[in-house]
Structures are given as C-alpha cells and as structure tokens.
C-alpha cells in the first residue's frame, strides 16, 4: 500500500510525521510524495490560530477531492479539539486525537482494515526521509504542557507533559544518521520541561545524545524561555549543537506578560539572551510576537518596541492576536481593533527586517560549515544553485557547476554578501 503523508503547523507535528512513516515501512508499506498515487493519506492538522483551524479543513477538503479512493485518517490538534466536526468532512475515514497518536499506524491498519502481507522489505526510514528530499530530520522527545498561557489552544490539545526514555531519543538519532542523516532537531510542546515526569532534564538529554551518537549537527526546535537546567549555555561549546535558539518572547512589556500568563519577565529574557550571545560569538535567537493582546495599550506596545530594538533578533515571526474559543484571552476586556493590530504589526515588520539584516552584517565575511540540501535551479550561465544552512541558521545560497555534488555534505563556505531570501557563499574548499 502507498501511503502520503501530509502535515500542518509545527516542527513537533513534523517530528510525529516522520515516526509515522517508518512505522509504516516497518509493517510493509511504502511512502510516495504524490497524492494521486495513494491509498492512504494521513494528515496531521493545527489549530494554533483560526486561520489554521480554516487551513486544517481546507487541506482536508483538497486532498479528498484530489484523490476521493484513498482513506482518509486525520490526527493533530484540530481534530482533537474539533473531533465531531472533523469526523463529519468529506471522505474522512478515521480520527486519531493526540492521546492515541503513538498507536496511529497500528490503529489506522486496523480499524481500516488495511493489515496485509507486506508488498515490500526496506530498511525503516530509507525511503520516507529521502523520497521527501531530507538532509534533517525531526525527533520528537516531549508532548504536553502543563502551564496554561491564556492565548494557548495547543496546551489544551497536546495534554499532559510525557517525555520519551533518553535511550530511545538516542535509538531513533542513531537510525536516522545510519540512513544518512546529518542533522536532527528535537522538539517537543514544551521542550524545557523535558524529564520533569521521568526525573530527568534537557541537559542530561543533550549531554547524553552527544556522548552516545556521532549525528553531526543537533538543532533545538522552538524552546520556552523558562526552567532551562543549569549548565545550559555550556553545552554550545559542543560544535555539534547548532548556535541558534527560537526563544518565544510572545511581548516585550512585563504587564502584557502577566495578562499572557508567560512564566519569564523581559529582564530574565535579557540575561538568557546575554548569556548565550557571551558563549558562543554570533548566537543566532529568534522569537514569537504577539501584536495587539487584549489590553496592550500604545505605551505598552512602545515599551515592546523599544525592547524587541535593543535585545535584538536574527529573526520573528510576528503574529496578530486573533481569539481563539477555549482560552482565557478570548474572554479578556479591551480587545484591539483590527486598524491598531495591522499599524503595529507593519511597525513591528519594518523592525524586524532591519535587526536581521543587521544580524546577517555581523556574520558577513565569516567562514561557516553549512549543510548543503538538493540543488533547485539551473542557471543561464550554466551553473547550478544550491542551498544550506549555517549552524546559526543563515540561508547560504551558492553556484557552482554542474559536475559538483554538494547535496547532504558539510562544507565550508565564505559568507559573502546580503541578498533578500539569502547570503551568497563561496565555497572554501
């Protein structure tokens, strides 16, 4: 059976997506980038924001009326939060809610009654990483959340906090890099929290994972900026863990954070940042903000402003508030208009904008190990364009000609100059 899988929203649902595929190569089943080609179609929904509530129906809608014989199962944080309604679209066969998501395939090819004789022997993993053109890949280490920040569905969905055993975070990294793998990102809803159910912690993780694997580049997905463990920072000196942290600020003025319930004051924020910056020369932090929470009046959005200017961010996504059913912000006074949410937002674009070129300047003229992905343009002069990332998370572009392969490698390259989506680099060697 051919199966295509398909995902929305955060690199956690794209982490479960990868499990799911091997699971499924393990029982027989093969993996296929097309979804006419599919029996099966598995989707992992959002529900972070309406728009992606809108967006986890409408995919749900294309993919049956673009292949209407496959079946249909649908998992995530939409479906979980929305089951009744979800189970009611067109062509869904099977809701799977997150607290059963480590039993989706064996309940998929049950309740489906899709068990059979396998049609094919691979090794796990081989086919699902590279058919979807990988060089990285996602391990999940930790589901859940028990804080309750007020603008937060997630918390809802995912449940309570679970941590995986550290020896088999380490299991999955060794398959992985055995099939080829040169980076992995672990993730998870609320990653600081990591062991507090299995009397463990993020540092004795990481450190473990670089003891007992040889995955040349470890990456942190997005981490709350709160309980990170003593002897944190330290760990960067490690060239194998990536110098760059998504450290979700959310806002820069302390009253919007009590009114969010965040667990980390703008001074605490600082001093992380100053830390890791002081580490490790040219740490990349990046973050979430929330333009227009309920109540932000214009000397809160400045005190923001003028915070979000003076720590300074390689890069932010920037997120207008918007209500969302289940969480106690939607229920909050003093909701912001429309008009007020755009202006601050494209104040807060234009800002955003300059500190990252400001960011790339600082970096410019380095020479920095980048992992190579798949070329994706042929030039006129002949050339060919590859892509990669820096360990600090800069998008490298470089040409060269036809007869270099540099896909899935880490080379070396000069960092040259500043263009819009990317940094022109040579290669060093």
Known sequence: ??????????????AELETWAQAFQRAGHGITRRVDDAQLVIINSCAVTQDAVKKSKQLIRRIHRDNPQ??????????????????????????????????????????????????????????????RGRQRAFVKVQDGCR???????VTVARGEESSRPIA??????????????????????????????IDSNLVALISEILAKTEIPRLRLGSLEPWELPAGFFELFKNPR?????????????DSVLRRMARRCKTEEFALMVSEARATIPNFNITTDIIVGFPGETEQEWQDSFDYIKRIGFGHIHIFSYSPREGTK????????????????????HDLAESLKQAFIAENLDNQAEVLWEGHTENLDN??????????????????????????????????QTAEAQFITGKLSR
């Open 1 to 14: 059976m051919q199966i295509h899988l398909k995902t929305l929203g955060c690199r956690l649902n794209e």
């Open 70 to 131: 496959a079946k249909l199962v649908v998992s995530g944080c939409y479906a979980t939060l929305n089951e009744d309604e979800a189970a009611q679209l067109m062509g869904v066969d099977l809701i799977v809610s997150n607290k059963d998501k480590n039993q989706l395939v064996e309940k998929t090819l049950a309740e489906l009654n899709l068990d059979s004789m396998p049609a094919m022997s691979t090794e796990p993993g081989e086919v699902s990483l590279f058919s």
């Open 147 to 153: 804080y309750r920040c007020t603008f937060c569905i």
């Open 168 to 197: 088999a975070v380490i299991e999955e990294i060794n398959n992985l890099h055995s099939q080829g793998i040169n980076e992995v990102i672990i993730t998870g809803v609320h990653l600081g929290g990591y062991g507090s159910d």
């Open 241 to 253: 863990l990536m110098p760059h942290l998504h450290l979700p600020l959310q806002s820069g003025s």
């Open 329 to 348: 912000a939607a229920g909050l006074p003093d909701q912001i208009s429309t008009e007020v949410k755009k202006q601050r937002s494209k104040q807060l």
């Open 382 to 415: 002949g050339l060919v364009r590859y892509f990669g990332y820096t360990p600090n998370y800069l998008r490298v572009a470089c040409d060269v000609t036809a007869d270099v392969v540099l896909e899935n490698q880490i080379l070396p390259a000069q960092l």
